[in-house]
């Protein structure tokens, strides 16, 4: 009817310093399985489903308005609600769709806010939500869960223990999203083609590895611990994903502050080794407007906490080059973003670099090696930063004179 696709937003004031998991995956995937699981570690699970249910429950303000609006036809003898007769009637009519949710929405919205007002200061909100990715829902979240399984099990799994036909089974996966699209929504995919005890353990190693962790740097407002010692990867095919998802989070995150938002680093150039940390860059009009206490409350509690003491790039011109930077707190997913004014020296620079090392290849080569080299020479990361960027401070007059021969603007967007 809808209610599933409601996201925890309408709880934002109760839930700022929470994490927020959204978790979901095609019918027979195993979904409940891994909910139940996460309830058993300690999670407070929201059944979008069951809320949906509760709000319309016999004896209930939103069944009463159901009635009112749409008649005892989509009443049982008993007087319950009759799901069918409902469904039958607002799928076949938009508007009457829209009245429905306008019913069910704000009670389940309040719902929610009642029973997350009742968790713990560091509880993990797993918000198990059928049309999480069909709906589009990921970016409002911290993480998003995703539950998969081979298509022939779960065609086994609905048969054998829901009854249903083969060819039930089938229409109701084609109705939902595809795999390929799950994947593309999904920060952690579980696969649940095995046994129960497999899934739990894969459970468990989220929970505790990434999960409580998670929580504790957004209910701190610190970054994620990052290794002293460099290690570069080989190209991840799987990079420019991870930045779109991170990118709307970003977006969301920093609000209408942001001008400008681009991926930026060496992830963001095809084939580029790279460390496993993406960086983004946050334009803006003044960076005046990042310092307001409330986006900094907004940024930590999204999971981009502001890393103090940084307020200047390497400037390659020997004048200030200032920025902000804040820095994911989720540790499965290390990410910079840099904070720059549209327009400014660093601005300008951090997309020319990408641009130049996209365009030519001799360039990269170079770069990549370069990095490579110091990667083997120095001891920290902030040693192997330092020699990188003496690189491009000496490559800059050509990074220049590229710009130049082929006509490059900035234009980020």
Known sequence: MGAAALRLEDAAATVATMLRVGLSGGIGSGKSTVAQRFSELGAVVLDADQLAREVVAPGSEG???????????????????????LGAVVFADPQARRDLEQITHPRIAARTRELVGHAAEDAIVVHDLPLLVEKHLGPSYHLVVIVGADQRIRLRRLMEHRGMTEDDVIGRMAAQATDEQRRAAADVWLDNSSTREDVHAAVGALWHERLVPFEHNVRHGIRASRPDTVRICPPDATWPAQTERLLERVRLAFGDTVVALEHIGSTSVPGMPAKDVIDVQVGVTSLAAVEHPDVLRATAAAGFPRVPGIDSDNSKDDQPWPKRVHAEADPGRPANIHVREVGSPGWRWALLLRDWMRADRAAAGAYAAEKERIAAAVDSASAYADAKQAWCSAAADRAEQWAFDAG??????
Do not use: H, Y
Request: charged share 30%; glycine share 14%.
């Open 63 to 85: 069944l009463a308005a159901i009635a009112d609006r749409f008649g005892d036809a989509v009443l049982e003898e008993d007087g319950s609600l009759n799901r069918a007769a």
């Open 408 to 413: 490059w603007r900035a234009t980020g967007g």
